[in-house]
């Protein structure tokens, strides 16, 4: 089967740094996505890792280990609207599950003055 | 400008009644998606299609159904079957293959009484 688990909801203070955890458990492991979703609104693509490491973007990095199944996205520098959710999604090799994203439940970051 | 649509933004239906929920891109993109999201939870998927005429069950395909006959369109029915329809509902679309970031559209509202 597949899980992917992320804290439901996190708080940090403007300017400061925030670590957001995600933990997955899928065979076929093809890459792992990060994007952020204001409330109500689409969400919008952060990064993709595929191999493990840090990948840097600006104020937001992402790391992945594909050994113990974690990625975690960084966020520097926080501004107020960086306040959003933030959803992990795993990507599976081709297959029966193959071609689709499965998402986790999403953190909720609120970024208070 | 290139993107993705769905229309209308919010949608309210009675009891009883089948939906139709509009996506439409414009990327030049193979693959398609539809997601359901509900409060507090991450995106599931209802259906997805990789080409023309062609689609597959998501996790939670039962009460909806889709139709892929153009490259740019990719509509969902939610019908009189799905138990809970009420819920946000997201279009995605992509180059295809599992490594590419997938495009959401603004979402629908979709509220059943």
């Known amino acids: 089967g597949q899980n992917i688990d992320q804290p439901t909801e996190m708080t940090a203070t403007e300017g400061a740094i925030v670590q957001i955890n995600c933990t997955y458990q899928t065979s076929g492991f093809n890459g792992l996505f990060w994007y952020q979703q204001h409330a109500g609104e689409a969400p919008t693509f952060l990064s993709y890792n595929v191999l493990d490491g840090l990948e840097e973007k600006g104020r937001f990095s992402s790391f992945l280990s594909r050994s113990k199944g974690y990625s975690y996205l960084l966020l520097k520098e926080l501004q107020m609207k960086d306040s959003a959710s933030y959803l992990c999604a795993v990507s599976r090799l081709r297959g029966p599950q193959g071609g689709k994203l499965i998402f986790g439940q999403g953190t909720e970051l609120s970024v208070k003055p | 400008d290139g993107g993705i649509t769905q229309s209308p933004k919010y949608l309210f239906r009675k009891e009883g009644q089948n939906v139709t929920l509009s996506c439409e891109q414009n990327?030049?993109?193979?693959?398609m998606y539809w997601y359901r999201q509900d409060p507090g939870q991450g995106l599931r998927l209802i259906y997805y299609s990789q080409i023309v005429n062609d689609f597959q069950k998501g996790d939670i395909a039962e009460g909806y159904s889709v139709s892929r006959e153009k490259k740019e369109s990719f509509p969902l029915t939610v019908t009189s079957a799905q138990k809970n329809p009420t819920a946000f509902y997201l279009c995605?679309?992509?180059?295809?293959?599992?490594?590419?970031?997938?495009?959401f559209g603004p979402g629908t509202r979709l509220t059943v009484t």
């Open positions: 990327l030049n993109h193979d693959a």
């Open positions: 995605a679309s992509s180059m295809g293959g599992n490594s590419y970031e997938q495009y």
